[in-house]
């Protein structure tokens, strides 16, 4: 049995090592890798069987043509070379006659290894394609931070175990950041207290020592009202302040007398008591930290939240303490030249279509969108307004193309499938978004049927449209290789050694990292003259029709839609919407029963949870289910909107609101298949 080390490649901050135990060319097991310094030898319970993810029964193992109605699911196998032709046909047709932005690609989180993520961007940068843009995640949460903090390192993680308060905001930890449990419970043991700021009690808010409920998109008027406390009670560090921060004294003359705790009761929810009490104790914390999630930026005001939030280590001064500060994302990525995959240069200004609005991008009748390439991402799932998402992938004179490891929900509506490799069995580099840990994952097996990574078919479809250019002949080892001896201008020498090896390494950070602004300014900037308004301050959301805010949460059997593939992990519970014992009696709703939760842009089935995890006019649901694994013919996706966020043309995925009814009352279609027949076909 041999023992090779890779890394998880899923889109989550931890990017755990993992070993994988090869016998006579099978994974038969993995493991967590012990040397991993952040993750340290433990997998989640999806990542521990692994293997039965590689070599599940529904892996996609051929090319596959449509041959039934878009949706259907009926395919018949054809080889790599019909695929391939046909493909190249198809697109070089749609080039002839309306030239390449009539193709886009449409990718995201399937892997983060930085090869095979950004495999296909040359490809599509030379064929002149429509741009993707890739916003739906974190947009608007950077947008906010770079007002702020700009180009500032962000924080290392295990800083936390020196902090005396945590605050978890708006993220749920044992679901999505996992090994930060180490930290905290580190931290803990050093007498550390933890808070959680969520809008229902997630399970890693039942284990804090405290939560704070917000109503949803109000968490910026809660940290007015905290840094109002701080300067009220004289709580505030001046000297940091006068050195390092820009806009101060703004902020506090026009804008934190309004937000009284009072006042902030009103709007968020907080009672008065509780804004009072996280105030003290995050200001007389000797260093604070906040571990900021994305749930609270998915809003129409997101962008703002997390600027606001920003203002509050600048406060306290929490950056000069070793424990203190504010965590997001960190930096690990951009010691990368990615460009060297990427391949910059061939990019021109063409179309771009934000991600979040497919639906409306492939429904709309101007120009319209004739092919999509889809890979490593699963939009008919994951993408907002499925109806619409669906209704575009409906029309029969989109040429759509999905390259997948399973047979999504998008991949059912594909007109060509082509077989993914999983990442056991391509090379790839890994970086990680919830620490400075990166690593190599070299290939540990043979690639399964005739399955290809995103690298191969660049190439493949590279040379199928007559596109012979040296880039395309390199191969995916010789990228990671170029991207090892890229990280030139990390401030900290990297070991390109130990990485060649296939060893975790945890990337330096120089000394004062903390406290080098990375602004125009050199200061923490809460006054920024490049945005409107200069000084930061809170609007509410959106405002929707409707009973109840709709909080889709994440669930720790599924990441995003991956994982759907596993029967053991998701054959029962999925959407399951918890709402209030004060509601479900107001409606008349029993524990377990169906109901639907419906609003203009569509409804999906539930199962009725009552709880008191959520507020009162508040329903939740966590996960992201494959249709299949759906009651009904729709997943949360039906419910959210396409509207984006404030800045950074982010998603609003939280900000929305829905009714509930008992399954059995019908209603009057409400958006369901909104038809595509707007789009005459012309071929
Ligand atoms: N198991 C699992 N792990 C994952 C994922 C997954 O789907 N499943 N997804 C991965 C991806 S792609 C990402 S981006 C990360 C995201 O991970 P997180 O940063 O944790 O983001 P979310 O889970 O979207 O939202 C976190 C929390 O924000 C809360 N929230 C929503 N609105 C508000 C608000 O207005 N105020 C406050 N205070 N809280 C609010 C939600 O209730 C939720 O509990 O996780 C990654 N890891
Ligand atoms: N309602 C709601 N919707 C959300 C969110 C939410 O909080 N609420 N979160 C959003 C967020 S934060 C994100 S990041 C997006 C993510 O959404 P997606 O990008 O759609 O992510 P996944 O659902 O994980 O789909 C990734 C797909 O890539 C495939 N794949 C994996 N590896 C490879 C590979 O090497 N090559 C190819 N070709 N395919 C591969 C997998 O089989 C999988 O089907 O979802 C968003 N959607
Ligand atoms: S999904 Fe996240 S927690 Fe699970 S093994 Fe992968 S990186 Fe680790
Ligand atoms: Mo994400």
Same mark, same amino acid.
């Given at each position: 049995?041999?023992?090779?080390?890779?890394?998880?490649?899923?889109?989550?901050?931890?990017?755990?090592?993992?070993?994988?135990?090869?016998?006579?060319?099978?994974?038969?097991?993995?493991?967590?890798?012990?040397?991993?310094?952040?993750?340290?030898?433990?997998?989640?319970?999806?990542?521990?069987?692994?293997? +039965?993810?590689?070599?599940?029964?529904?892996?996609?193992?051929?090319?596959?043509?449509?041959?039934?109605?878009? %949706?259907?699911?009926?395919?018949?196998?054809?080889?790599?070379? =019909?695929?391939?032709?046909?493909?190249?046909?198809?697109?070089?047709?749609?080039?002839?006659?309306?030239? %390449?932005?009539?193709?886009?690609?449409?990718?995201?989180?399937?892997?983060?290894?930085?090869?095979?993520?950004?495999?296909?961007?040359?490809?599509?940068?030379?064929?002149?394609?429509?741009?993707?843009? +890739?916003?739906?995640?974190?947009?608007?949460?950077?947008?906010?931070?770079?007002?702020?903090?700009?180009?500032?390192?962000?924080?290392?993680?295990?800083?936390?175990?020196?902090?005396?308060?945590?605050?978890?905001?708006?993220?749920?930890?044992?679901?999505?950041?996992?090994?930060?449990?180490?930290?905290?419970?580190?931290?803990?043991?050093?007498?550390?207290?933890?808070?959680?700021?969520?809008?229902?009690?997630?399970?890693?808010?039942?284990?804090?020592?405290?939560?704070?409920?917000?109503?949803?998109?109000?968490?910026?008027?809660?940290?007015?009202?905290?840094? #109002?406390?701080?300067?009220?009670?004289?709580?505030?560090?001046?000297?940091?302040? #006068?050195?390092?921060?820009?806009?101060?004294?703004?902020?506090?003359?026009?804008?934190?007398?309004?937000?009284?705790?009072?006042?902030?009761?009103?709007?968020?929810?907080?009672?008065?008591?509780?804004?009072? =009490?996280?105030?003290?104790?995050?200001?007389? &914390?000797?260093?604070?930290?906040?571990?900021?999630?994305?749930?609270?930026?998915?809003?129409?005001?997101?962008?703002?939240?997390?600027?606001?939030?920003?203002?509050?280590?600048? &406060?306290?001064?929490?950056?000069?303490?070793?424990?203190?500060?504010?965590?997001?994302?960190?930096?690990?990525?951009?010691?990368?030249?990615?460009?060297?995959?990427?391949?910059?240069?061939?990019?021109?200004?063409?179309?771009?279509?934000?991600?979040?609005?497919?639906?409306?991008?492939?429904?709309?009748?101007?120009?319209?969108?004739?092919?999509?390439?889809?890979?490593?991402?699963?939009?008919?799932?994951?993408?907002?307004?499925?109806?619409?998402?669906?209704?575009?992938?409906?029309?029969?004179?989109?040429?759509?193309?999905?390259?997948?490891?399973?047979?999504?929900?998008?991949?059912?509506?594909?007109?060509?499938?082509?077989?993914?490799?999983?990442?056991?069995?391509?090379?790839?580099?890994?970086?990680?978004?919830?620490?400075?840990?990166?690593?190599?994952?070299?290939?540990?097996?043979?690639?399964?049927?005739?399955?290809?990574?995103?690298?191969?078919?660049?190439?493949?479809?590279?040379?199928?449209?007559?596109?012979?250019?040296?880039?395309?002949?390199?191969?995916?080892?010789?990228?990671?290789?170029?991207?090892?001896?890229?990280?030139?201008?990390?401030?900290?020498?990297?070991?390109?050694?130990?990485?060649?090896?296939?060893?975790?390494?945890?990337?330096?950070?120089?000394?004062?990292?903390?406290?080098?602004?990375?602004?125009?300014?050199?200061?923490? =900037?809460?006054?920024?003259?490049?945005?409107?308004?200069?000084?930061?301050?809170?609007?509410?959301?959106?405002?929707?029709?409707?009973?109840?805010?709709?909080?889709?949460?994440?669930?720790?059997?599924?990441?995003?839609?991956?994982?759907?593939?596993?029967? =053991?992990?998701?054959?029962?519970?999925?959407?399951?919407?918890?709402?209030?014992?004060?509601?479900?009696?107001?409606? %008349?709703?029993?524990?377990?029963?169906?109901?639907?939760?419906?609003?203009?842009?569509?409804?999906?089935?539930?199962?009725?949870?009552?709880?008191?995890?959520?507020?009162?006019?508040?329903?939740?649901?966590?996960?992201?289910?494959?249709?299949?694994?759906?009651?009904?013919?729709?997943?949360?996706?039906?419910?959210?909107?396409?509207?984006?966020?404030?800045?950074?043309?982010?998603?609003?995925?939280?900000?929305?609101?829905?009714?509930?009814?008992?399954?059995?009352?019908?209603?009057?279609?409400?958006?369901? #298949?909104?038809?595509?027949?707007?789009?005459?076909?012309?071929?």
């Amino acid at each position: 049995m041999e023992i090779c080390k890779t890394v998880c490649p899923y889109d989550c901050p931890d990017a755990c090592g993992l070993l994988a135990y090869r016998d006579k060319g099978v994974v038969v097991k993995v493991a967590g890798n012990p040397e991993h310094p952040f993750t340290r030898g433990m997998l989640c319970p999806k990542m521990a069987h692994y293997e +039965r993810t590689v070599y599940s029964p529904r892996r996609l193992l051929t090319p596959l043509r449509r041959t039934g109605p878009k %949706g259907s699911g009926q395919f018949e196998p054809v080889s790599w070379d =019909e695929a391939l032709q046909d493909i190249a046909e198809r697109w070089r047709y749609i080039l002839d006659a309306y030239g %390449g932005e009539a193709i886009l690609p449409y990718s995201f989180s399937g892997t983060m290894g930085m090869v095979q993520h950004n495999a296909y961007h040359g490809l599509f940068y030379r064929l002149g394609a429509s741009e993707l843009e +890739r916003t739906i995640c974190s947009a608007a949460k950077n947008y906010g931070w770079n007002c702020v903090m700009g180009r500032t390192l962000r924080m290392r993680p295990q800083e936390a175990q020196h902090s005396d308060f945590i605050i978890l905001w708006g993220i749920s930890m044992l679901s999505t950041n996992l090994h930060f449990l180490k930290d905290v419970r580190e931290a803990k043991k050093r007498g550390a207290q933890v808070w959680c700021i969520d809008t229902y009690a997630t399970e890693t808010a039942r284990r804090a020592d405290r939560l704070i409920q917000t109503r949803p998109g109000s968490d910026g008027a809660l940290a007015l009202g905290v840094l #109002h406390c701080l300067r009220r009670d004289g709580l505030c560090d001046e000297a940091f302040i #006068h050195a390092y921060v820009q806009g101060w004294t703004e902020l506090q003359k026009d804008v934190l007398p309004k937000y009284t705790p009072a006042y902030v009761q009103e709007v968020t929810g907080v009672p008065a008591a509780v804004v009072e =009490e996280l105030a003290a104790a995050y200001g007389r &914390a000797r260093a604070p930290f906040i571990r900021l999630g994305t749930g609270l930026s998915r809003y129409t005001n997101g962008a703002m939240t997390v600027r606001l939030i920003a203002c509050l280590p600048a &406060a306290v001064g929490a950056w000069q303490h070793t424990g203190g500060g504010l965590m997001m994302s960190t930096s690990c990525s951009t010691a990368f030249d990615q460009s060297v995959v990427t391949k910059d240069e061939w990019k021109k200004p063409v179309r771009r279509v934000n991600m979040c609005e497919i639906g409306s991008a492939l429904l709309q009748t101007e120009e319209p969108i004739r092919s999509l390439f889809v890979y490593s991402s699963n939009p008919a799932c994951t993408a907002p307004d499925q109806n619409q998402v669906i209704a575009g992938l409906s029309r029969e004179d989109l040429f759509t193309v999905v390259h997948e490891r399973f047979m999504t929900d998008t991949a059912r509506y594909a007109d060509i499938i082509l077989p993914a490799t999983t990442s056991l069995e391509h090379d790839d580099l890994y970086y990680s978004y919830g620490s400075y840990v990166v690593g190599r994952g070299k290939a540990v097996i043979e690639p399964l049927g005739q399955c290809r990574s995103n690298w191969r078919v660049a190439c493949d479809l590279a040379k199928a449209m007559g596109i012979d250019d040296p880039f395309f002949h390199q191969s995916e080892d010789d990228l990671v290789e170029a991207l090892i001896d890229s990280t030139s201008s990390w401030p900290v020498p990297v070991d390109g050694e130990a990485l060649r090896r296939g060893d975790p390494v945890e990337l330096g950070l120089p000394k004062q990292y903390k406290l080098t602004f990375g602004t125009p300014s050199g200061k923490i =900037e809460i006054r920024n003259g490049r945005e409107t308004p200069a000084v930061p301050d809170y609007f509410p959301a959106c405002e929707e029709d409707g009973d109840y805010y709709f909080t889709n949460g994440t669930d720790p059997r599924v990441l995003d839609s991956s994982f759907n593939e596993r029967d =053991e992990l998701t054959r029962s519970r999925t959407m399951v919407l918890f709402m209030h014992p004060d509601d479900a009696a107001r409606q %008349g709703f029993s524990d377990g029963e169906k109901v639907v939760a419906w609003n203009t842009r569509g409804e999906a089935l539930f199962t009725l949870q009552i709880t008191d995890r959520t507020a009162p006019g508040q329903v939740v649901s966590e996960g992201l289910w494959w249709i299949e694994r759906c009651p009904g013919d729709r997943s949360v996706n039906a419910l959210t909107s396409q509207r984006l966020s404030d800045k950074g043309r982010g998603s609003t995925f939280y900000n929305v609101r829905v009714n509930v009814r008992k399954a059995e009352q019908v209603v009057p279609s409400l958006g369901q #298949h909104k038809t595509a027949d707007k789009i005459t076909s012309d071929k």
